[in-house]
Structures are given as C-alpha cells and as structure tokens.
C-alpha cells in the first residue's frame, strides 16, 4: 500500500473551534441538521471529558501504526488526530507513548475507529480518547498509508481540518467552512433549549409546548380510562 503525507492543510479557524467545545455533540449535530455523528461505537475511555480540535488523518493498514508515527510530526496546537484502516481493526493502535509525544506537541486527544489500550495511563495523564475497541493486541509498523487525507468513519468523511468535537455522547464532525455557522446554530439551538428548560421547570408539558397533542389525534392514538380500557380488552378475550 503506498500513500502520501499532506503537510499544512487548512484547518477551521482555532476560535470557532473553541466556541464549539462549549456545546455538546448532540446540539452541534442537530444544529447542523442531525448530521456529522459518528456511530454509537466509538466510545470515550474517560468521563466527563468534552474535547474540540481540528483534525489530522491518518488511513493506516490493520495492525500497522506505521502511519500514527508519520502523524505526530503533522500533529500541532489544538489539533485532533483521528485514526481508521483500510479495513476493519480492533488491535491497540494507539498507547500511552503516543498520547506522550502528542500532548507535549498541543494536541486535545484522538479518535480512533480502531483499538486503543492503556487506557489507565492515558485517563492518569488526562489525555482524551475515543475508539472503537479497546484491546491489548500490539501492532507492527511495515505497511505505508497516508497522513491528512480525507477519510470515511461510520459513514462520515472527515477532512484534514475539519472541527472535531468529542463529549460522552460521541464524537461528531463539522465541516472546517460550516465552523462559524454551526457556532451560531448552536448557540440558538441552546437558548431555544433554555426557553424550553423554564417552561418545564414551570410545569408546562412537552405534548403543549411542540403542539403534539394534534399529532397524536391524526396518528389515531385515543386516550381512554382504565375501567375503558379494560372493558375492550375483556370484549377482545
């Protein structure tokens, strides 16, 4: 497997990065309209960690972190590295060493669609991580790949650059152009949440506040006392 290594790619710009990193992953996908969320298997070994960064790619080859090694050096200031192979790997990848030489370079963490082990060492050191499996198996480094290409995670492609924000609930990805934009669809979507906190806090119900009382009269759905309700299930015996 040949490959190439992209030096200095654009990335979003570092302050909507941070702006992002105050908003869950949840509300940054439902701002961006349900979308960017990796899928539900790639998991923190932390809690209460939410991370923003900008992405550095990496595609390697299973069982080979040949390629993590050629990422480090891309690796700098508020970035993220994330990591998939060419097939599906669940081998540990990536290790306290790595996340070693990434933190003394600035980055914020890794994702990875892969395996990871270490995991006391990297939650001691407070390096965040996402991945997909967490195994002890070791790797080999003899196949090439590529560095800050754009790669597909669970039917997400990430470029080299884009925003990636990672919490409990997941990671997603914002496209480095729709930084700024999602900041503020965040932002709204956080104050509109706020009105609806109050309201609940008030005593007001969901079913009122969404009008969802219309909805459940269209889908046929009847509201009926126990002693109905039990008459027409003793008919129905």
Same mark, same amino acid.
């Given at each position: 497997?040949?490959?190439?290594?992209?030096?200095?790619?654009?990335?979003?710009?570092?302050?909507?990065?941070?702006?992002?990193?105050?908003?869950?992953?949840?509300?940054?996908?439902?701002?961006?309209?349900?979308?960017?969320?990796?899928?539900? &298997?790639?998991?923190?070994?932390?809690?209460?960690?939410?991370?923003?960064?900008?992405?550095?790619?990496?595609?390697?080859?299973?069982?080979?972190?040949?390629?993590?090694?050629? *990422?480090? &050096?891309?690796?700098? !200031?508020?970035?993220?590295?994330?990591? %998939?192979?060419?097939?599906?790997?669940?081998?540990?990848?990536?290790?306290?060493?790595?996340? %070693?030489?990434?933190?003394?370079?600035?980055?914020?963490?890794?994702?990875?669609?892969?395996?990871?082990?270490?995991?006391? &060492?990297?939650?001691?050191?407070?390096?965040?991580?996402?991945?997909?499996?967490?195994?002890?198996? $070791? %790797?080999?480094?003899?196949? $090439?790949?590529?560095?800050?290409?754009?790669?597909?995670?669970?039917?997400?492609?990430?470029?080299? $650059?884009?925003?990636?924000?990672?919490?409990?609930?997941?990671?997603?990805?914002?496209?480095?152009?729709?930084?700024?934009? %999602?900041?503020?669809?965040?932002?709204?979507?956080? *104050?509109? !949440?706020?009105?609806?906190?109050?309201?609940?806090?008030? =005593?007001?119900?969901?079913?009122?506040? +969404? =009008?969802?009382?219309?909805?459940? !009269?269209?889908?046929?759905?009847? +509201?009926?006392? +126990?002693?109905?309700?039990?008459?027409?299930?003793? &008919?129905?015996?």
């Amino acid at each position: 497997m040949s490959g190439v290594i992209v030096t200095d790619p654009p990335k979003a710009d570092l302050k909507d990065v941070d702006a992002l990193a105050g908003f869950g992953a949840a509300t940054v996908s439902e701002a961006m309209g349900r979308t960017g969320l990796l899928g539900p &298997e790639i998991r923190p070994v932390q809690e209460g960690v939410r991370v923003a960064g900008t992405a550095v790619t990496v595609l390697s080859w299973p069982g080979d972190n040949l390629m993590i090694h050629a *990422a480090v &050096e891309q690796c700098g !200031e508020g970035d993220i590295l994330v990591v %998939t192979t060419t097939s599906p790997c669940t081998d540990g990848l990536f290790g306290e060493l790595f996340a %070693t030489a990434l933190q003394q370079r600035g980055v914020r963490g890794v994702v990875l669609n892969t395996g990871i082990r270490d995991t006391q &060492e990297l939650r001691d050191m407070g390096f965040a991580a996402w991945s997909r499996a967490v195994s002890s198996q $070791g %790797t080999v480094k003899a196949t $090439g790949g590529s560095v800050n290409v754009p790669i597909a995670i669970d039917g997400q492609v990430i470029r080299p $650059g884009d925003v990636i924000l990672a919490d409990d609930d997941g990671v997603v990805v914002v496209p480095r152009e729709r930084a700024r934009e %999602t900041v503020e669809k965040s932002e709204a979507r956080e *104050a509109k !949440e706020a009105a609806t906190r109050a309201a609940f806090l008030d =005593g007001q119900l969901g079913l009122d506040r +969404y =009008g969802l009382r219309g909805t459940l !009269e269209r889908l046929g759905v009847e +509201y009926k006392t +126990y002693e109905e309700y039990a008459g027409d299930a003793g &008919e129905r015996s």
